[in-house]
């Protein structure tokens, strides 16, 4: 055989054609190329392997590039977000967006709330289809303590329990995925809270007059529906489930997706399809990943410092990561866990406490400038308390001097650049402009210089810790349009009386910054909030049009004074 032919992929027939990804699998040229194809363009991104203390991990195939595809997968199941709601509004059984219980209609079948009779969801097998007839059949109707009765957070486990359904080696599959029952069994605090709060309201009221019709019919519905399965696919959703971020309260599974490995700066980005096309997964290369290189993704907040994150990690994916940012101190020059050294009584310092082993929970903190060093826990009763005083400030709905007279007291015990002080930036910047007191017509050139400048220290933060865009897009994306905002006010301002040459450069910055939006954001075009924002920028885009138009600036000249 001539060296460059080999077999086809496909039928076995001599063939010099090869994918044009991986330069390895060799086609014939037939018809049924056009058919195999989709399978072999992801199987030709990554391997699997297993690594003693990872577990199964992706490993990249051949070179990727940012925005190559590399898998597409549907969920094996899907459902309302396994959260306690106490309060307030729930997910519809149908389609899981919110909607107020009390208010709503009844499903006919089931009687759950639901956002309307009509809802497609309602008669769909993959949503609310099935599970109807189950929920069914309890005997007695919710007269009062609806949050208790329709307890939503437990209908995911149902859900996944009907896995069953679809045959064996789905639900061979689903049992595959990891759920940690070592560290979660009997005796566990964990498994005391799944027994009471969601093993046994499905016992009790749906899954014994289940197991009474499977006995009189003589036919078993669920092959399985002991507690130890039940616990195992609480650890499951626990271990595996994505949120999915389109406008509703939905976790999915995804076997493939939910076994990459994690790191605090991924590799990759995912977006999800609506719920018609049952919120199917797109995973993408969000930075160069090299052949042999490994695929990851991020199972935590990217704007938590790295304490908090490890800890998330430990309680809820029962691993503690030890990337390159999480054993860095200053978290890639980012300071974002910095806290300010105060220094003695006698000599105040104001240099940066660090913890000197990051990936040590008993480590100390030691100031970059003195000999001070304070203890973890003094560090970590700090940071929670502050913590506590910025979620209260910021679920008041605060206004602009409640959040700066909030920022000043953080500055004293904290670097400029902590998450704590991001999160009440990022709220400010976004109040200067829109608040009453602080218009468009009615902040002072001071402080449109000064949320300018906000917005390019976060935007520094950001493209540090999260340089593929992968997890802060939409964080990015509203600094960048911010950003914008406030250079055109100022521009606007000062263009018939200031510095041209300068002016320039701010409205350049202007126009860059809608441009880079716009790249950050390519993925959430699909979600409320990427839909809302892309919105906002193009009307931005408009505006700016105009107002360079009517005044006759040409970007591309340059201004000479």
Request: some cysteine.
């Amino acid at each position: 055989m001539d060296s460059t032919q080999q077999k086809c992929y496909v039928c076995g027939k001599e063939s010099s054609r090869k994918c044009s990804q991986c330069k390895e699998i060799f086609y014939c040229g037939e018809q049924h190329q056009k058919i195999d194809w989709k399978r072999h363009k992801f199987d030709c991104a990554f391997v699997y392997v297993t690594d003693p203390n990872m577990g199964r991990c992706l490993i990249a195939k051949r070179d990727l590039n940012p925005g190559d595809v590399i898998l597409m997968e549907a969920p094996i199941a899907f459902g309302p977000r396994p959260h306690l709601v106490e309060e307030g509004p729930v997910p519809c059984v149908g389609c899981c967006r919110l909607i107020m219980a009390e208010k709503s209609p009844r499903c006919e079948g089931c009687d759950w709330p639901v956002c309307h009779n009509d809802c497609v969801g309602l008669k769909d097998p993959n949503k609310h289809g099935h599970e109807c007839f189950i929920l069914r059949l309890r005997t007695h109707k919710a007269l009062d303590g609806l949050h208790e009765y329709y307890r939503q957070d437990a209908l995911f486990a149902l859900r996944c329990l009907m896995v069953q359904r679809k045959g064996i080696k789905k639900w061979m599959q689903f049992l595959s995925m990891e759920s940690h029952m070592e560290k979660r069994g009997v005796g566990t605090e964990i498994y005391k809270e799944y027994d009471d709060r969601v093993i046994n309201y499905l016992e009790e009221n749906f899954l014994k007059p289940l197991k009474r019709l499977e006995q009189d019919s003589k036919e078993p519905i669920f092959p399985d529906m002991s507690r130890e399965t039940l616990h195992k696919i609480c650890g499951i959703i626990d271990v595996n489930g994505l949120e999915v971020n389109q406008g509703a309260e939905v976790m999915g599974l995804y076997p493939i997706a939910c076994s990459m490995e994690h790191n605090c700066i991924p590799n990759t980005i995912h977006s999800f399809e609506d719920e018609f096309a049952n919120y199917r997964i797109t995973m993408r290369a969000a930075l160069p990943i090299k052949k042999g290189e490994r695929i990851t993704t991020m199972y935590t907040h990217s704007l938590w410092g790295t304490q908090a994150r490890r800890e998330h990690l430990k309680e809820t994916k029962y691993f503690s990561c030890a990337c390159e940012r999480c054993k860095d101190p200053t978290e890639m020059g980012t300071y974002l866990s910095a806290l300010r050294c105060l220094g003695s009584e006698t000599k105040p310092c104001g240099g940066n406490q660090l913890p000197l082993n990051p990936l040590d929970d008993k480590t100390e903190w030691a100031c970059d400038k003195c000999e001070i060093k304070i203890g973890n826990i003094q560090a970590s009763y700090l940071i929670n308390q502050i913590g506590d005083d910025v979620d209260q400030v910021q679920l008041s709905n605060p206004t602009v001097r409640e959040l700066d007279n909030l920022l000043s007291k953080l500055l004293t015990f904290l670097h400029p650049n902590h998450y704590h002080c991001f999160s009440v930036k990022h709220s400010l910047v976004q109040l200067f402009g829109y608040q009453q007191g602080y218009l468009p017509n009615q902040i002072s050139d001071d402080q449109l210089k000064r949320k300018a400048k906000m917005c390019r220290d976060m935007l520094d933060i950001t493209s540090k810790i999260d340089p593929g865009n992968s997890r802060l897009c939409l964080y990015t994306g509203v600094l960048l349009h911010e950003l914008h905002l406030a250079d055109v006010i100022y521009v606007k301002r000062k263009w018939d009386i200031g510095n041209k040459k300068e002016l320039l450069e701010l409205l350049k910055e202007a126009d860059e910054s809608l441009a880079k939006a716009k790249e950050v954001l390519k993925y959430e075009i699909k979600t409320m909030s990427g839909e809302k924002l892309h919105n906002l920028m193009d009307s931005s885009r408009k505006e700016f049009i105009r107002w360079t138009q009517r005044n006759k600036i040409d970007l591309n000249k340059e201004i000479v004074e």
